[in-house]
């Protein structure tokens, strides 16, 4: 039987025991921190997350979409919440279909329970790789409880040990290794809504709620206890409000007071959380190749991004079916799939990083510009019309598995498009013309 040893039990590692277990592997999937089904930790950075097509098309090629299904919250569009308090809701398809808001430890753990089903998988905790030999496919973990090292061989190593990869460090040391690391100026910090005392929600549950506000926004994701996952993404340093400008519980009530008054009831202690959370911060990460003889990067080792099309983990989904899909074109041939691996993903890896970086702008400071919302409304129509000719930049990354490289380059051909139908006059008034129509369909 052959050996896989996959390093971190993260999201992408956990998926990626499965979808190995199938091909019949021996799989030992080492993860440094204890089993989070048993102990009461941190899961990770971010308490909920957003499952997409990419996503699911990958849980389902495993086998285990219904499973995880049952654990999501359906997100139908985009709650604007704005400074006087007001609120617009912004479908985000014309079509109802929704993204689905899950829990980051309960997701993890199922999709740990569904490898451990499988009789050739075994979990190790609190085993922390501290060293990989890339010649010899094999990884040296330390216990942290016992401090016990031990050397495993096998015939493939993963690294899906995230964003701050042991095995992408080891790999780092080869020749012609490039790597490439960004801080962005904002980080995060969590805020928690808690629902009513009833277990109800405070906000309507089937939306994404943002407070858009230039440079800083706050978002809230549903969780099924009626509570809400809120995320402040704010820079460290600015002119205005910052992370930095924050010192005293008397600022941060100034601040919410003067940017989110509507959400101040709806976080009762919101000033104790903001000094209590931790402020996290965001990073990209590029690197290439992926592969070095017999070990590979997958998931946020490969190619970490910042989250604000809430793909990353969809993204690391996806490595692990294209990986599988092309263990069976070349009947598991790590020779020919291992570079295959690498040159099909790298392009959506990079495609997936741009595009995030763009998704934070739209939704800081577009969703509530008039503009915006009228470009929206143009393509939603040209969408209902005619779904095989325009289908907008949101809807190719959350609905459809249309590789990231390609949604990027159409976007980009949609801007250009969309800004000269923008420039025209009168456009407020006429964007629902047959002329407007017309001058669309022509340039498409
Ligand atoms: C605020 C925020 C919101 C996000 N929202 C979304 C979203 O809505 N949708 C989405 O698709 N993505 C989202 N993401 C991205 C998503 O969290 C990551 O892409 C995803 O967690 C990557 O999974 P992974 O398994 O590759 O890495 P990780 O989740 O980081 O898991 C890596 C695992 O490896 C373990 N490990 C690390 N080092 C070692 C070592 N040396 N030895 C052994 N084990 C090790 C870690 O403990 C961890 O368990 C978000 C990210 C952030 C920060």
């Known amino acids: 039987m052959k050996k896989v040893t996959i390093v971190g039990a993260g999201l992408v590692g956990?998926?990626?025991?499965?979808?190995?277990?199938?091909?019949?592997?021996?799989?030992?999937?080492?993860?440094?921190?204890?089993?989070?089904?048993?102990a009461e930790i941190d899961a990770g950075r971010s308490i909920n997350l957003v499952v997409a097509r990419h996503g699911w098309k990958s849980l389902e090629e495993a086998g285990i979409a219904d499973e995880i299904r049952k654990l999501t919250i359906p997100v139908y569009g985009r709650m604007i919440h704005d400074e006087k308090g007001d609120t617009n809701f912004q479908p985000y398809s014309v079509k109802g279909k929704a993204i689905h808001s899950v829990s980051r430890s309960g997701l993890n753990a199922k999709l740990m329970d569904c490898a451990e089903q499988y009789q050739n998988v075994k979990f190790h905790f609190s085993e922390r790789c501290s060293d990989v030999d890339l010649n010899?496919?094999?990884?040296?973990?330390?216990?942290?409880?016992?401090?016990?090292?031990?050397?495993?061989?096998?015939?493939?190593?993963?690294g899906a040990d995230g964003a701050y990869s042991e095995v992408r460090h080891r790999m780092m040391m080869t020749d012609r290794f490039n790597y490439s690391q960004q801080y962005i100026e904002h980080g995060y910090k969590e805020i928690h809504f808690p629902p009513n005392d009833d277990g109800t929600p405070k906000m309507?549950?089937?939306?994404?709620?943002?407070?858009?506000?230039?440079?800083?926004?706050?978002?809230?994701?549903?969780?099924?206890d009626g509570g809400f996952t809120g995320t402040?993404?704010?820079?460290?340093?600015?002119?205005?409000?910052?992370?930095?400008?924050?010192?005293?519980?008397?600022?941060?009530?100034?601040?919410?007071?003067?940017?989110?008054?509507?959400?101040i009831p709806l976080i009762p202690n919101f000033a104790e959380q903001y000094f209590a959370n931790p402020t996290s911060s965001l990073v990209i990460v590029r690197c290439y190749p992926w592969t070095?003889?017999?070990?590979?990067?997958?998931?946020?080792?490969?190619?970490?991004?910042?989250?604000?099309?809430?793909?990353?983990?969809?993204?690391?989904?996806?490595?692990?079916?294209?990986?599988d899909q092309l263990m069976d074109e070349f009947d598991e041939d790590l020779n020919r799939v291992l570079p295959e691996y690498g040159k099909s993903r790298k392009p959506n890896g990079d495609a997936i990083a741009d595009l995030s970086m763009r998704n934070f702008i739209e939704m800081r400071d577009l969703v509530a510009d008039p503009q915006f919302v009228l470009r929206k409304k143009i393509e939603a129509k040209i969408y209902a019309q005619y779904p095989e000719k325009w289908i907008p930049l949101y809807s190719q990354v959350k609905f459809t598995d249309i590789p990231y490289s390609e949604a990027l380059?159409?976007?980009?051909?949609?801007?250009?498009?969309?800004?000269?139908?923008?420039?025209?006059?009168g456009i407020m008034e006429n964007w629902d013309s047959e002329d407007v129509e017309r001058e669309i369909l022509e340039m498409i």
């Open 14 to 38: 956990s998926l990626q025991a499965v979808y190995m277990a199938k091909r019949g592997w021996q799989v030992e999937v080492f993860e440094r921190r204890p089993d989070l089904r048993k």
């Open 136 to 158: 010899n496919a094999t990884a040296i973990f330390e216990n942290s409880e016992t401090g016990k090292q031990t050397n495993i061989s096998a015939d493939l190593i993963i």
């Open 204 to 224: 309507q549950q089937d939306a994404l709620h943002i407070w858009p506000r230039k440079n800083y926004m706050l978002m809230g994701l549903s969780n099924l």
């Open 232 to 263: 402040l993404f704010f820079p460290f340093e600015s002119d205005g409000w910052s992370f930095g400008s924050i010192k005293t519980e008397n600022d941060v009530t100034r601040f919410f007071e003067e940017v989110f008054p509507d959400a």
């Open 292 to 323: 070095y003889k017999n070990v590979m990067l997958i998931g946020d080792a490969a190619h970490a991004i910042v989250p604000f099309y809430g793909e990353g983990m969809n993204c690391g989904f996806e490595d692990c079916f294209v990986f």
């Open 409 to 425: 380059k159409e976007g980009q051909r949609q801007d250009e498009i969309m800004k000269k139908i923008l420039r025209k006059d």
